[in-house]
């Protein structure tokens, strides 16, 4: 009896050292979720400090035009007062050339005039130098001559005196009238280029009030450009932000969900390392279970080789002999999250179809009557770094 119960404990101990390693090796893979899941969520954590930077930044830029556009504002009033003061330039501008082109036209009219009294004292001149040119010498020996007596001589001398007075008047007058003229005609020329001044000075004050208009105001709208350009950078690295924030959130929900996934599978191989297993005989099947093996074989092993069939095949009945595990088939592969094709509804199209191949059914007959080339292994899934695999079979490792 003694040697029958130290036989049962090493065998015990036997299948505890066996099953121990697979269920470590089966925590492997979701450790691996883990870290890398950490990778991504640090990764996604850098990307919002930097985003939250380049908002900061953004923030700070907008600031600053704000600022910008504020002082801009107030240079535009200062131009506003500045418009009004050069409008009222020009107004005052505009009346004193009017009242200059009046003065012009008076003095023009007044040159006219001049230039006339100027040529009739001329003509006056001339015809008086002409006279004495032709009867000058005649005259005066005919009034010396034609004197009765000395009374009568000094009234003809009287005449001559006046007579020479007179030309000498109109010689003055034309000189008078020639110094008039040529005033008149200097006062016009000052009045023109004064005139010019002006209109040089109102065509100065157009130009300087389209430069005042154009200066701030082309500020204005290139400023506000800019802010509006900065509000639209700001709005999408917010929503960037928020993007990052909601993916970091579901990270961590992911993270969450591995991490108790691990536990559970850790759980699960403490279990296994102490579970007990019966033997094929103990099975009883059910009439579909070959049908619904057959399918799910085919859906995560059809393109396999055939020894990649009969070992995921393995993989189902070694859980449905562990005790850690549902002790059906159907039970086994319908147990939540275990096998995708059963989450994404390829086995049940498949078994809508009837997809499984001659080849599948062989597999799920021959592993049905007790036959497995991967020992008790339950689990298997492709490659990944971290799980080392006792077994390595087409596409797939068995742990």
């Known amino acids: 009896m003694e040697r029958k119960q130290k036989l049962a404990a090493c065998l015990a101990l036997i299948l505890l050292c066996s099953v121990m390693p697979f269920s470590v090796q089966a925590t492997e893979e979701t450790k691996e979720k883990i870290r890398q899941a950490e990778r991504e969520k640090q990764e996604t954590e850098s990307q919002l400090d930097q985003t939250e930077e380049n908002l900061k930044n953004l923030n700070q830029q907008q600031s600053s035009l704000q600022g910008a556009l504020s002082t801009l504002n107030t240079e535009l009033t200062q131009v506003s007062n500045n418009l009004s003061e050069l409008e009222q330039s020009i107004i005052d501008k505009e009346a004193e050339i009017a009242e200059l082109d009046e003065e012009i036209e008076v003095v023009t009219g007044e040159l006219e005039e001049a230039i006339a009294l100027k040529d009739d004292h001329y003509d006056t001149m001339k015809h008086q130098i002409q006279f004495m040119y032709e009867r000058g010498d005649f005259l005066y020996m005919e ?43 200097a006062e016009l020329e000052l009045a023109k280029e004064k005139q010019e001044e002006n209109k040089a000075e109102l065509d100065e004050y157009k130009i300087q009030v389209v430069a005042e208009q154009s200066r701030v105001s082309g500020l204005v709208s290139q400023t506000s450009n800019s802010i509006n350009a900065t509000a639209s950078q700001i709005s999408e690295a917010e929503e960037e932000a928020l993007a ?62 055939y020894a990649g069939q009969v070992a995921v095949g393995s993989v189902v009945i070694n859980r449905v002999l562990s005790s850690v595990y549902p002790d059906t088939v159907t039970g086994v592969i319908y147990q939540n999250k275990q096998f995708s094709p059963v989450g994404s509804g390829r086995l049940a199209l498949a078994l809508a179809e009837g997809r499984a191949t001659a080849r599948c059914y062989q597999a799920a007959d021959e592993v049905m009557s007790g036959a497995t080339n991967v ?5 298997f899934r492709t490659p990944i770094d971290g799980i080392t695999p006792k077994y390595r079979i087409g596409g797939h490792i068995f742990y």
Request: hydrophobic letters at 35%; glycine letters at 4%; proline letters at 1%.
């Open 244 to 305: 990052y924030e909601q993916k970091i959130k579901e990270q961590e929900e992911n993270l969450t969900a591995l991490r108790a996934k691990l536990a559970e599978e850790m759980r699960m191989a403490e279990l296994a390392a102490q579970s007990s297993w019966r033997d094929i005989s103990e099975v009883d099947f059910a009439e579909g279970d070959r049908y619904l093996l057959a399918n799910l074989i085919y859906c995560e092993a059809g393109g396999e080789p």
């Open 375 to 379: 020992g008790n292994c339950v689990y």
């Open 143 to 185: 009034l010396f001559f034609s004197a009765g007596n000395f009374s009568d001589f000094l009234n003809k001398n009287d005449y001559i005196e006046q007579l020479s007075s007179y030309q000498q008047k109109v010689l003055q007058e034309y000189k008078d009238s020639q110094a008039a003229m040529e005033q008149k005609q």
